[in-house]
T-cell receptor, first 110, second 113 residues
């Protein structure tokens, strides 16, 4: 079973920041937080991952709370192409696989 | 550089038949994973291969099998197809086992009739 809880859906206006929350209250010390997204009819796409520090790349920022029980993925300026299902995944470093939950369906509207 | 290539894109098979799906990873990637995606169960892990050896396996019956070749290309096989095997089958590759950034292909859509 997935170790994360995400809202089933969210809306965002184009050009605004999209903040996608994820709860992972049972995360253990050696588990990373990963974010993937899946645009309709495509395979999932890796976005970002982190252990305990905040991370930023060209796609998004990841904010992890100090107790690591929750995190937020931030898309700073959402576009229509960001409409997708976003998956938050907790994964142990090393050889473990990706366990996908139901994710959050983000709808970006004009 | 070329992404993960899965063939065929679409497939229709009859119950009881078997099917083989193919995945060519990104050049230099040595790990290949397979996932099944259905509307009811979502994305579920099937197995992962690295250096031609199965390293992890999900909770699927023995009808689902796979292999990896020396050039890292991978195939998965489903025997005695059932209607419930209709799904999108996704392949993902990574540089190494447990790599942080898996790259997924666009999948093979299998329909069993």
């Amino acid at each position: 079973d997935a170790k994360t809880t995400q809202p089933p859906s969210m809306d965002c206006a184009e050009g605004r920041a999209a903040n996608l929350p994820c709860n992972h209250s049972t995360i253990s010390g050696n588990e990373y937080v990963y974010w993937y997204r899946q645009i309709h009819s495509q395979g999932p796409q890796y976005i970002i991952h982190g252990l305990k520090n905040n991370e930023t790349n060209e796609m998004a920022s990841l904010i992890i709370t100090e107790d690591r029980k929750s995190s937020t993925l931030i898309l700073p300026h959402a576009t229509l192409r960001d409409t997708a299902v976003y998956y938050c995944i907790v994964r142990e470093g090393g050889y473990s696989t990706l366990t996908f939950g139901k994710g959050t369906m983000l709808l970006v509207s004009p | 550089k070329a992404g993960v290539t899965q063939t065929p894109r679409y497939l229709i098979k009859t119950r009881g038949q078997q099917v083989t799906l193919s995945c060519s990873p990104i050049s230099g990637h040595r790990s290949v994973s397979w996932y099944q995606q259905t509307p009811g169960q979502g994305l579920q892990f099937l197995f992962e291969y690295f250096s031609e050896t199965q390293r992890n396996k999900g909770n699927f019956p023995g009808r689902f099998s796979g292999r990896q070749f020396s050039n890292s290309r991978s195939e998965m096989n489903v025997s005695t197809l059932e209607l419930g095997d209709s799904a999108l089958y996704l392949c993902a590759s990574s540089l190494d086992l447990g790599g942080y950034g898996y790259t997924f292909g666009s999948g093979t859509r299998l329909t069993v009739v």
